[in-house]
């Protein structure tokens, strides 16, 4: 067992590892948010800026929430947590962190720490989003599926999707 808490990302993407469009999530998938909002439950969440901007610029009740950006000013505006490095944040969070630290987007910040990510929380929307203009990065040859259910579309559920745990190639 690590000695420090794991860090883990969470994130929903399309067949082209769409993830966002407009700074905005490009489906409704109601079976999700109540995953993600059990995954993150009582943890610390980092985000980027514009994912907290995606957000209404508010903190999700229940967890902790940190945000990326060179400008500090926004932690006083919206009384939230801020870092201005990734290293430092993933250093200073996974220190305070009891549970795990999660990843929570949006493109840039996937991209930055993926490689730091021990655990890949991932839903593989079952459909192929048109002008997206945010990816998640390929993953595939460096994690393992670990366990996979299918949740059908519905009128909560624009598209079917798969709910993905994947661990770290070697750290099974
Ligand atoms: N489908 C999903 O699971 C999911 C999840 C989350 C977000 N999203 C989507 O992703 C999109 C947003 O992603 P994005 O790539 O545009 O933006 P982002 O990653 O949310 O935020 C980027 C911003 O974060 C700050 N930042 C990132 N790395 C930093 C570092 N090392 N040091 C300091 N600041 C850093 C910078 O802010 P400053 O410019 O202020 O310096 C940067 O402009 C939206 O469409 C959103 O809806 C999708």
Redo the contacts with the bound molecule.
Sequence with gaps: MSALPQVAV????DLDRA????????WHIRDDMRR?RELTMGKIML????????LGCRCLPGRSSV?????LS?GERYHVRC?????E?LDTLTRESSGELMI?????????LLPFASRLYF?RVLTRIMDA??F?PPFEDTFTLEAETRVEAGVQNDFPCLFQDYVRKGDC
């Excluded at 993830?19 to 490009?26: D, E, L, S, V």
């Excluded at 929570?104 to 930055?112: L, Q, R, S, T, W």
């Design positions: 969470i994130a929903a993407a993830i966002g469009r407009n700074n905005a999530i490009p993600f985000m980027g800026r514009r994912t907290f901007e995606s945000v990326l950006t060179s400008d926004l870092f201005t490095s990734a290293a944040a929570i987007g949006g493109g840039k910040v996937y991209a930055e839903t203009d945010t998640f």
